[in-house]
Every structure is written in structure tokens, then in C-alpha cells.
């Protein structure tokens, strides 16, 4: 079996499985009771926070534990505007789905939302930014590199734009975090999303960055866990895993890149030489090193799902977070492509544990069964493949 997924999910590294498992057979104290059961688990919970926060240069007080990225980006969204007297928001057309609906529904309650349009790179231009921001504007939400394409946009110089006309700039850098180096203190955001489970952590945790300073509601009322930001007994083992995951990613962060480049650089270099009619999408190199994203003309991209699924191949069409149910993406229509191109489309993400074997297996699949439903597509008189 070769998992080509990535961006949708990641395997638990050993050493984070390793790390977690004390804490389902002789950790199990609640983290707020005042026992050494209670005390042993806060302070594990504690521990794995400060390495969050060394990820991404934070302070260990700047980090909101969740349930994962789409509670960060509900978070920061629900937890701004709903103290912000100015109720427009300003976010781009290609977010993930955990910003775009919570603004769809912030739009149907009153608020004015603003998403801002991309290129056929899915590149954000910061002066379209610029020109948006109104007297109103309580929120900028955009991502720092995208789940499909993996377009990296200029956070860095939006986040000035912001700053100018003082308002709170969210980052979702779910796609980013651990592949990239990413220093919150340099960027100068207000608020930044990580997820677990993208960064070979277990699933079902995250984080929130808040900057010193900045104030959010919270979203989740109860028992006032999290400095009363999010109620709930805290999800004690997937925390510790989540702190390791990033102590890992931290200090393999030059290495791993380096391979990831590495693996994804073959597999373009590949498939853009030995399989006509075939495109990288996305910018050609403001591009998480994770990922790559091609259109295969004439080819429905979930029958090329399929027949690579029948190879024992794992891969996606675009974002598995929002279906089973395949709709056209957003991200590629805001990128201007036609229906034909999206149809064709199919996103490789490769992570750690591949090998080049597997990329070079791989290939050799996928130029078949590209030629296969090649010979059967309605499209084939117009290419002459
Ligand atoms: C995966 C992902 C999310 C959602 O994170 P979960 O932890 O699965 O809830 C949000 N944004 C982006 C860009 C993602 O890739």
C-alpha cells in the first residue's frame, strides 16, 4: 500500500505512539484535580505546550489547546467578531472549508464578508488586501499555504497591511506548520491554527496561537479549562502526542524538508516528462514541499482515484476534510480554471514515511492508467494523446 495523502492526514510517528501511551494506562488523572494523579497530568499538558509553542517561536502562555484546526479557526473567527464592533471580515476564496463556513454563517447573521480573489497560482495579491479594508474591518483570515495547491501566500506582508490600520490578522497554517519554518514572532500575527494530525501527531487536537495581548471569547463554556478559553477535560494523551509531533517536526525540520523536496521534485520531474498533456498546479515555487497537484486533460480525476485505488494507491482529488461527495473545487474555479481542467485533477501529498521507491512505483501506475482512461475519454479526438 503506498499513501500518497498527506495533506489529508498523516501517520503517528512510533515515537509520538510511544510517548502517548503512560497516559491511557497509568496517567489518567484529570489535569485539574488537585491530586498527584490530577497534578502529574497538568503538568505533562504544561510540558507539551512549551513544545507547541517552540515551533513556532511562541510564548507557552500564547497557546490555546483545542480539538483540532477546525476549532482553532472557529475559534479565532467566533472568538473576534463577536467582541468587534465592526463586523466585516476580509478572507480569501481559496480558505478550507473550517473558515469559509463559519464566515458564510457569520454573513447570513449581518456581517459583510470579503473574499478575496487569487490567481491562477492561487497566489493572494497583499495590494487586493489593501484595498478591501474598510472602517468596519474586525478580521483578516488567510491561509498560509494551501491544503489543495499548496500555494505559500505573503502572510508577512499582509500582516503589515494589517498592522497599519490595527487590525487582528488569523492564519490558518495547518498546511504549513512543520514543513516550513515558521516564526510567529517575525510574521507578527495575531492569532495562527495548527493541527495535530497533519504533523504525524494523532487526530483530534490542536492549537490556537494568541498573541500577548490580544483577547478572544471563548467559544466552549463549562469548567473553564484552558484559561477559560475552552472548557472541557483536556484530551490528556492526544496533548502529549501533539507536543511530541512538534518537538519532532521541530528538530527534524531542515532534514525532513529537504527529503520531502526531494520526493516531490522526482515525482514532477516524472510525471511532467512521461505523461503528455499534464500541468503542475499551483505556484511554481511558493509551494509547501509536501505537494504536488496536477491536471491530467481528458481524464476524470475520481475515476484516476479509483484505478489508483485498485494499485493500492492512496491519493485525492483535491480536499478530503469537506467530502465523500465530490464537489468542484473552489480553489481551482478561484483560480480560473475551466471545468474540463478541474475534472482532470489529481493532488499527490507526499510525507516522511514514503519512500523513492514508492514514488517511482508510483509513476509507472499512474502513466497506465492515465493512458487507460485516456483511450476511453470523450476528450480523446480533441488531444490526440
Ligand atoms: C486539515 C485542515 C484543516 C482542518 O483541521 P482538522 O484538524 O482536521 O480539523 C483546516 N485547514 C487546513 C488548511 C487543513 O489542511
Given at each position: 500500500m503506498i499513501y500518497l495523502d498527506n495533506a489529508a492526514s498523516t501517520p503517528v510517528h512510533e515515537k509520538v505512539i510511544e510517548e502517548m501511551i503512560p497516559y491511557f494506562r497509568e496517567q489518567y488523572g484529570n489535569p485539574s484535580s488537585i491530586h498527584r494523579h490530577g497534578r502529574l497530568a497538568n503538568a505533562a499538558i504544561q510540558n507539551s505546550r512549551k513544545r507547541i509553542a517552540s515551533l513556532i517561536n511562541?510564548?507557552?502562555?500564547?497557546i490555546l489547546i483545542t480539538s483540532g484546526g477546525t476549532e482553532s479557526n472557529n475559534t479565532a473567527i467566533y472568538g473576534i467578531v463577536s467582541q468587534s464592533k465592526g463586523k466585516h471580515i476580509i478572507t480569501s476564496a481559496i480558505e478550507h472549508d473550517a473558515i469559509l463556513e463559519p464566515c458564510k454563517r457569520l454573513e447570513k447573521e449581518g456581517c459583510r464578508i470579503s473574499f478575496l480573489p487569487v490567481d491562477k497560482h492561487g497566489f493572494v495579491n497583499p495590494e487586493d488586501l489593501r484595498k478591501e479594508i474598510s472602517n468596519d474591518t474586525c478580521l483578516i483570515t488567510i491561509m498560509y499555504?494551501?491544503?489543495?495547491?499548496g500555494t505559500i501566500q505573503s502572510i508577512k506582508k499582509m500582516v503589515q497591511i494589517a498592522r497599519e490600520k490595527n487590525i487582528i490578522f488569523h492564519t490558518d497554517a495547518i498546511q504549513a506548520v512543520g514543513k516550513i519554518p515558521i516564526d510567529v514572532k517575525d510574521l507578527g500575527v495575531d492569532l495562527l491554527s495548527i493541527s495535530s494530525h497533519k504533523i504525524n501527531g494523532p487526530k483530534g487536537v490542536g492549537a490556537l496561537y494568541i498573541k500577548n495581548g490580544v483577547t478572544i471569547s471563548p467559544l466552549i463554556l463549562g469548567g473553564g479549562q484552558e484559561n477559560g478559553l475552552r472548557s472541557g477535560t483536556e484530551n490528556v494523551a492526544s496533548i502529549i502526542g501533539f507536543g511530541m509531533a512538534c518537538e519532532l517536526a521541530k528538530n527534524n525540520m531542515n532534514e525532513n524538508t529537504d527529503y520531502l523536496k526531494k520526493l516531490t521534485t522526482k515525482l514532477t520531474i516524472r510525471v511532467l516528462h512521461e505523461i503528455p498533456a499534464t500541468t503542475l498546479n499551483g505556484h511554481p515555487d511558493m509551494r509547501t514541499p509536501n505537494n504536488t497537484h496536477f491536471t491530467f486533460l481528458g481524464v476524470n480525476g475520481e475515476d484516476l482515484i479509483i484505478k489508483l485505488d485498485e494499485n493500492k494507491i492512496s491519493a485525492s482529488t483535491?480536499?478530503?476534510?469537506?467530502?465523500?461527495?465530490?464537489?468542484?473545487?473552489h480553489v481551482l474555479k478561484a483560480m480560473g480554471f475551466s471545468h474540463e481542467q478541474v475534472t482532470g485533477s489529481l493532488r499527490l501529498t507526499v510525507g516522511i514515511t514514503n519512500t523513492e521507491q514508492e514514488i517511482d512505483q508510483t509513476v509507472d501506475v499512474l502513466k497506465n492508467v492515465v493512458q487507460e482512461l485516456r483511450a476511453v475519454s470523450p476528450y480523446k479526438s480533441k488531444y490526440n494523446f
Amino acid at each position: 500500500m503506498i499513501y500518497l495523502d498527506n495533506a489529508a492526514s498523516t501517520p503517528v510517528h512510533e515515537k509520538v505512539i510511544e510517548e502517548m501511551i503512560p497516559y491511557f494506562r497509568e496517567q489518567y488523572g484529570n489535569p485539574s484535580s488537585i491530586h498527584r494523579h490530577g497534578r502529574l497530568a497538568n503538568a505533562a499538558i504544561q510540558n507539551s505546550r512549551k513544545r507547541i509553542a517552540s515551533l513556532i517561536n511562541a510564548n507557552s502562555n500564547e497557546i490555546l489547546i483545542t480539538s483540532g484546526g477546525t476549532e482553532s479557526n472557529n475559534t479565532a473567527i467566533y472568538g473576534i467578531v463577536s467582541q468587534s464592533k465592526g463586523k466585516h471580515i476580509i478572507t480569501s476564496a481559496i480558505e478550507h472549508d473550517a473558515i469559509l463556513e463559519p464566515c458564510k454563517r457569520l454573513e447570513k447573521e449581518g456581517c459583510r464578508i470579503s473574499f478575496l480573489p487569487v490567481d491562477k497560482h492561487g497566489f493572494v495579491n497583499p495590494e487586493d488586501l489593501r484595498k478591501e479594508i474598510s472602517n468596519d474591518t474586525c478580521l483578516i483570515t488567510i491561509m498560509y499555504a494551501n491544503n489543495e495547491v499548496g500555494t505559500i501566500q505573503s502572510i508577512k506582508k499582509m500582516v503589515q497591511i494589517a498592522r497599519e490600520k490595527n487590525i487582528i490578522f488569523h492564519t490558518d497554517a495547518i498546511q504549513a506548520v512543520g514543513k516550513i519554518p515558521i516564526d510567529v514572532k517575525d510574521l507578527g500575527v495575531d492569532l495562527l491554527s495548527i493541527s495535530s494530525h497533519k504533523i504525524n501527531g494523532p487526530k483530534g487536537v490542536g492549537a490556537l496561537y494568541i498573541k500577548n495581548g490580544v483577547t478572544i471569547s471563548p467559544l466552549i463554556l463549562g469548567g473553564g479549562q484552558e484559561n477559560g478559553l475552552r472548557s472541557g477535560t483536556e484530551n490528556v494523551a492526544s496533548i502529549i502526542g501533539f507536543g511530541m509531533a512538534c518537538e519532532l517536526a521541530k528538530n527534524n525540520m531542515n532534514e525532513n524538508t529537504d527529503y520531502l523536496k526531494k520526493l516531490t521534485t522526482k515525482l514532477t520531474i516524472r510525471v511532467l516528462h512521461e505523461i503528455p498533456a499534464t500541468t503542475l498546479n499551483g505556484h511554481p515555487d511558493m509551494r509547501t514541499p509536501n505537494n504536488t497537484h496536477f491536471t491530467f486533460l481528458g481524464v476524470n480525476g475520481e475515476d484516476l482515484i479509483i484505478k489508483l485505488d485498485e494499485n493500492k494507491i492512496s491519493a485525492s482529488t483535491g480536499s478530503a476534510c469537506s467530502v465523500k461527495i465530490q464537489k468542484a473545487s473552489h480553489v481551482l474555479k478561484a483560480m480560473g480554471f475551466s471545468h474540463e481542467q478541474v475534472t482532470g485533477s489529481l493532488r499527490l501529498t507526499v510525507g516522511i514515511t514514503n519512500t523513492e521507491q514508492e514514488i517511482d512505483q508510483t509513476v509507472d501506475v499512474l502513466k497506465n492508467v492515465v493512458q487507460e482512461l485516456r483511450a476511453v475519454s470523450p476528450y480523446k479526438s480533441k488531444y490526440n494523446f
